[in-house]
């Protein structure tokens, strides 16, 4: 079955410009989770979203935002990008909160 | 907040030798993930531990949980080049089943052939 599917699997953008990275879950998985990967801070929690509803959020700025779409699809946002957005952000999904696969993720560049 | 801890962050070892990583809970936990990350990839899910004391094998790898459910342990016997990345163990941040994990800092290993 096909994978956790990022796209696009990289972005440059300007400070201040706004982003919208997409993710498509495993066929059948209604939760979907999004991570920041950076050297410093490592893996953090953004948010996740299950049947379009967003069920648990991190610690991030309103900057950052998400939706779920009814096919489980989902989208974040990030609003006026900071040079500190630069990171790998993850998508990852599950079925019954067993074990997440993770998206290839999407390198954001902000200069 | 709730945290979780991992040392070594860094492990240089020879071929052939073992290898081990250990991660900290400051919370009990419902259960503990284990992931790994090759250079240039994503994390790719190796294992959930649910039960206090569980021991779980997979080939050269074993993972074991805690009797307080607050901390685990991954051992690699005999690492071979292809053991190398980074491991990440990652807890539930509410709910058992939510897809909120806590991550660790990550264990990288380097195998030396």
């Known amino acids: 079955k096909a994978g956790v599917t990022q796209t696009p699997r990289y972005l440059i953008k300007t400070r201040g410009q706004q982003v919208t990275l997409s993710c498509s879950p495993i066929?059948?998985?209604?939760?979907v989770s999004w991570y920041q990967q950076t050297p410093g801070q490592g893996l953090q929690f953004l948010f996740e979203y299950f049947s379009e509803t967003q069920r648990n959020k991190g610690n991030f700025p309103g900057r950052f935002s998400g939706r779920q779409f009814s096919n489980s699809r989902s989208e974040m946002n990030v609003s006026t990008l900071e040079l500190g957005d630069s990171a790998l952000y993850l998508c990852?999904?599950?079925?019954?909160?067993?074990?997440?696969?993770f998206g290839s993720g999407t390198r954001l560049t902000v200069v | 907040g709730q945290q979780v801890m991992q040392i070594p962050q860094y492990q240089h070892v020879q071929e052939g030798e073992d290898f081990t990583t250990y991660c900290n809970s400051s919370?009990?936990?419902?259960?503990i993930q284990w992931y790994k990350q090759r250079p240039g990839g994503h994390p790719v899910f190796l294992i959930q531990?649910?039960?206090?004391?569980e021991v779980k094998k997979q080939k050269r790898l074993t993972f074991q949980f805690g009797e307080a459910k607050k901390n685990s342990s991954l051992h690699i016997t005999a690492t071979q080049t292809t053991d190398v990345g980074t491991y990440f163990c990652a807890g539930p941040g509410g709910s058992s089943n939510t897809g909120k994990l806590i991550f660790g800092q990550g264990t990288t290993l380097q195998v030396k052939p």
């Open positions: 919370t009990t936990l419902s259960n």
């Open positions: 990852a999904s599950s079925l019954q909160g067993y074990g997440y696969t």
């Open positions: 066929s059948g998985h209604r939760s």
């Open positions: 531990l649910v039960k206090s004391g």
